[in-house]
């Protein structure tokens, strides 16, 4: 782990997180607006997602990422999403930290796969799954809009 960053799991909605994500979502997406403090609480309360906030040696939060853990009938299965880092702390092991923190979640719980998706234009973000042992699946992503 960098020197001087912590990661977690929130275990609970504070003021100092719900503003996080008030300057972070906006990093991540143009489209998606930040999470209420209901819409966190869910998060943070559902048995099946770990919301993992990694902090700087002053404290402040400078990253995030989710990880969903699943039965399916073939197995166990994670799944990361929203994985962010504050501009500022950009290049500086965040991204690496909040990865291997989920993957021993995930590899804690039985899980047989972590999966996750990640644009072409983030190349940095992609260089580091690739470095972490992530593999480009051939596959098609669908998406359906409700």
């Given at each position: 782990m960098p020197a001087g960053v912590t990661v977690a799991e929130a275990s609970a909605v504070t003021d100092d997180l719900v503003s996080a994500f008030a300057r972070l979502v906006p990093q991540l997406s143009r489209s998606a607006p930040p999470p209420t403090p209901g819409e966190l609480a869910e998060v943070v309360s559902s048995p099946a997602t770990f919301l993992l906030v990694a902090r700087?040696?002053?404290a402040e939060i400078v990253g995030s990422l989710t990880l969903a853990v699943f039965r399916t009938p073939t197995g166990l299965r994670a799944w990361i999403e929203d994985v962010v880092v504050d501009e500022s702390a950009r290049g500086k092991g965040v991204g690496e930290a909040l990865n291997l923190h989920a993957l021993d979640i995930a590899r804690h719980a039985g899980?047989?796969?972590?999966?996750?998706?990640?644009?072409?234009?983030?190349?940095?973000a992609n260089r580091l799954y690739k470095r972490l042992g992530f593999v480009e699946?051939?596959?098609?992503?669908y998406r359906y809009d409700l």
């Amino acid at each position: 782990m960098p020197a001087g960053v912590t990661v977690a799991e929130a275990s609970a909605v504070t003021d100092d997180l719900v503003s996080a994500f008030a300057r972070l979502v906006p990093q991540l997406s143009r489209s998606a607006p930040p999470p209420t403090p209901g819409e966190l609480a869910e998060v943070v309360s559902s048995p099946a997602t770990f919301l993992l906030v990694a902090r700087d040696a002053s404290a402040e939060i400078v990253g995030s990422l989710t990880l969903a853990v699943f039965r399916t009938p073939t197995g166990l299965r994670a799944w990361i999403e929203d994985v962010v880092v504050d501009e500022s702390a950009r290049g500086k092991g965040v991204g690496e930290a909040l990865n291997l923190h989920a993957l021993d979640i995930a590899r804690h719980a039985g899980a047989i796969t972590v999966d996750l998706t990640s644009r072409p234009s983030r190349e940095a973000a992609n260089r580091l799954y690739k470095r972490l042992g992530f593999v480009e699946r051939e596959t098609k992503v669908y998406r359906y809009d409700l």
